[in-house]
């Protein structure tokens, strides 16, 4: 089975100063339909911007992206029309990215506008079904955002990225802004509309808990760059690269007669303008060693298991 999208080499560099800001740089993965890859690191690794770039809200620098076998890098404006039915995201704050002065039924039914394809009819009958799909009662139809919680926000968002029947939506950190209790709810319905509707996520969060719950691959990144990809499973139980340990280290357990070390990073982060070859995370890396001066390519340790690391097999 081909995959439904593949990412090949992929960089977006922006210019600062006298330099470049290198905030995704050459990433490769695939992902296949129906399945979620999970995106994780500190704030200003490149996850958001990657999923823009994928989706073409930003230009790549260089790099490939093929989606459903063909080659959408440099897409013609039709062709970004049609890709754009099929790829969407769910933004980060379910308050800024909604009209405040549109109601919850025409901030549903704009795409569907903007598609041009049905009749008013048409669209109404598939606002309400919407609507039904992602949980919204049919008496909201007529509230504004202001007037919801958080969760009925995001259920807004979440139905217009809906709304075209895609196969790739792009999840950026969609329950870092809601309480726990309603994390929970958006997370299940997410994964009933991925079994239902066989929908393909790449899942942006630095929350390891959800990651863990909703993700079948994990893809942890650095400072632009990938650092280590693994089944979620296979992640949680062989961290290799020692900032995976380190970010693992850091999830809380519940339960006070167990304790686990804390890897606490010191040392200065990296310039991500115009870095120099070799690992990035080396000057906060507690085995570090001449040879990270050197460029770090991904090896596979183990089945699916890939690592950048020159140390990789020594620290485990």
């Known amino acids: 089975m081909s995959a439904l999208l593949e990412v090949r080499g992929l960089k ?5 100063g006298g330099g470049w800001l290198h905030a995704v740089d050459d990433i490769n993965f695939t992902l296949d339909e129906g399945k979620t ?35 959408r890098s440099a897409p013609s404006k039709k062709e970004l ?8 995201m ?3 704050d379910p308050y800024s990215s909604l009209n405040p002065r549109m ?41 504004y955002p202001h007037e919801l919680d958080g969760g009925r926000r995001q259920r807004i968002g ?5 709304a075209l029947n895609p196969k790739f939506i792009v999840c950026d950190e969609p329950v870092s802004a809601l309480d726990v209790s309603i994390q929970a709810q958006i997370i299940n319905l997410l994964l009933d509309l991925q079994e239902r509707l066989g929908l393909a996520y790449m899942f942006v969060t630095h929350d390891l808990s959800v990651v863990k719950y909703i993700s079948d691959d994990i893809m942890v990144m650095y400072l632009g760059q990938m650092v280590e990809k693994a089944p979620s499973e296979e992640l949680f139980v062989n961290p290799t690269h020692p900032y995976t340990q380190a970010l693992l280290s850091a999830i809380p357990v519940p339960n006070l007669s167990k304790r686990k070390e804390r890897i606490i990073m010191q040392g200065e982060i990296t310039s991500p303008i115009d870095p120099k070859p070799g690992c ?30 020159c140390k990789s097999n020594s620290h485990n």
């Open 12 to 16: 977006k560099y922006f210019k600062s």
């Open 37 to 71: 890859l999970g995106v994780v690191g500190e704030s200003g690794c490149g996850k958001t911007t990657l999923g823009r770039v994928i989706l073409r809200l930003l230009e790549p620098t260089e790099g490939q992206i093929i989606f459903e076998g063909e080659d």
């Open 81 to 88: 029309v049609r890709m754009r039915e099929k790829m969407q």
């Open 90 to 92: 769910i933004f980060q």
């Open 103 to 143: 109601s919850v039924s025409e901030l549903i039914m704009e795409p569907l506008l903007l598609q041009g394809k049905l009749t008013k009819t048409q669209i109404m009958q598939e606002t309400s079904k919407l609507m039904d799909l992602v949980g919204l009662a049919g008496r909201y139809g007529s509230a």
């Open 158 to 162: 979440v139905a217009r990225a809906l």
């Open 280 to 309: 990035r995370f080396k000057d906060r890396c507690r085995y570090a060693a001449p040879e990270c001066g050197e460029p770090q390519i991904l090896k596979e340790t183990s089945p699916s298991h890939f690592v950048a690391c």
